[in-house]
Nanobody
Framework: QVQLVESGGGSVQAGGSLRLSCAASGRTFSRYAMGWFRQAPGKEREFVAS????????NYADSVKGRFTMSRANAKNTVYLQMNSLKPEDTAIYYC?????????????????????WGKGTQVTVSS
């Protein structure tokens, strides 16, 4: 049984920063690509960032590129999302995602259809 547990969400003012964490258990974490998605009220869940098993390759949505950085610590079975220069439009529930497909492991992923496991999410609220 794979478990993904997010933490680090909260409320900040525009321009502020937050760091999300996702702790994984139940499978050999270091072999697989991981990602973050988000869902705002009334909108579909959208891709934010993903990272390869090694941490050498990462992908970002255009809306967060240059502001968000995803990283991983395989020894701790944890991935992170550092969010800087936050904007009100970043307000959403942020979900950690694991893709166990071999095609994604070395390059990351963007398609929520390839996600094998989801965390329960953590709320991020950015006020203007």
């Amino acid at each position: 049984q794979v478990q993904l547990v997010e933490s680090g969400g909260g409320s900040v003012q525009a321009g502020g920063s937050l760091r999300l964490s996702c702790a994984a258990s139940g499978r050999t974490f270091s072999r697989y690509a991981m990602g973050w998605f988000r869902q705002a009220p009334g909108k579909e869940r959208e891709f934010v960032a993903s990272i390869s098993w090694s941490g050498l390759n990462s992908n970002y949505a255009d809306s967060v590129k240059g502001r968000f950085t995803m990283s991983r610590a395989n020894a701790k079975n944890t991935v992170y999302l550092q969010m800087n220069s936050l904007k009100p439009e970043d307000t959403a529930i942020y979900y950690c995602a694991a893709d166990f497909g071999t095609a994604s492991s070395g390059v990351g992923f963007r398609d929520r259809g390839t996600v094998d496991y989801w965390g329960k999410g953590t709320q991020v609220t950015v006020s203007s």
